[in-house]
């Protein structure tokens, strides 16, 4: 063997070395986790390697499409769209999709992530065309809803599930903000009147509560009052009224005593003079009894009554 020989036979050996390398690689396909490799053989779907490691046969089987299995936000491009009421609105969102069955996925349609950005859009306008204005700001989630539902019908073709649309800002055009904006300003200011008076007028009951009671309360008063003055009166008068039987009996009693009618004769006596003689000082008038001079008389007379009220 010739030194020709044998640098052709070691360069084979490299090639072969290189080549089987080559065929080593190409068979061993390492999947990594929330992923999934949709497998072709001789250009037509054979199966889905799951993550982990899987085997090709090279040239052969190839690595037709790579998705990824988790759950994907898309945002999708702004557009007007125009409410019932003939007013345009700016609407932005996002959706968040995962795919679910990767064979779906790479032959359902040719580009999965475009035709739901396009759905999402023409359902939206659809949507908001059918509400007025002040409703779309009421009825964010009726919006998300329906658009979700109208999503993950179509997506099923696709092997996408549609988890959720949010919208992200509903704008107006500037002059509509500001009527708004006045119409707020006026419901607030309305509000606050409302409140004033309702204020004002709870005032006005608690005042008219208060005066009430109080007037309640002082009749009440008044009228304890008056039980307690009549009550207080009509015990002083059992009271004289007693004390005045005791005295009575009292006299009566020292008039049967030895004396008594000497000191009874003696006391009428004195008060006769004496009532005489203030009325000489209270009046110029003096109006004198006919029988002034039987004074006497008009004792023993004034002494028979209390001979009866002494016997009797």
């Excluded at 063997?1 to 070691?10: E, K």
């Excluded at 959706?95 to 359902?123: C, E, H, K, W």
């Excluded at 959720?164 to 606050?192: C, F, G, H, S, V």
Aim: hydrophobic share 45%.
């Amino acid at each position: 063997m010739t030194f020709l020989d044998s640098d052709f036979s070691l360069f084979v050996s490299i090639i072969g070395a290189a080549l089987a390398f080559v065929i080593v690689v190409k068979s061993i396909a390492i999947v990594p986790q929330q992923n999934a490799w949709v497998i072709e053989r001789l250009g037509k779907y054979d199966r889905t390697l799951s993550p982990g490691a899987g085997f090709l046969i090279p040239f052969i089987e190839r690595i037709a499409y790579k998705h990824l299995l988790k759950e994907v936000p898309l945002d999708v491009p702004s557009q007007v769209c125009i409410t019932k009421d003939n007013t345009q609105l700016q609407v932005d969102g996002v959706i968040y999709f995962q795919v679910t069955d990767p064979m779906r996925a790479s032959y359902g349609s040719s580009n999965y992530i475009f035709a739901i950005t396009q759905l999402a859009q023409t359902t939206l306008r659809s949507v908001i065309g059918k509400m007025e204005l002040d409703r779309t700001f009421e009825e964010r989630e009726l919006i998300n809803s329906t658009v979700v539902a109208a999503l993950d019908d179509a997506a099923l073709n696709w092997g996408v599930k549609v988890l959720r649309y949010e919208i992200k800002d509903l704008t107006p055009p500037n002059e509509i903000l500001r009527a708004m904006q006045a119409q707020i300003t006026a419901e607030r200011e309305k509000r606050a009147l409302i409140a004033a008076s309702e204020g004002r007028r709870q005032e006005q009951i608690n005042i008219a509560t208060g005066e009430r009671e109080a007037f309640i309360a002082r009749s009440e008063g008044e009228k304890q009052a008056q039980i307690n003055k009549a009550q207080g009166e009509a015990q002083a008068v059992l009271l004289v009224a007693e004390a005045t039987a005791k005295a009575i009996s009292h006299v009566a009693q020292s008039i049967n005593q030895p004396g008594g009618i000497e000191a009874v004769n003696l006391s009428v006596a004195e008060r006769y003079v004496d009532a005489f003689a203030n009325l000489a000082k209270e009046s110029n008038t003096l109006i004198l009894p006919s029988n002034l001079s039987d004074i006497g008389g008009l004792i023993a007379s004034a002494m028979k009554v209390v001979d009866k009220a002494g016997s009797s």
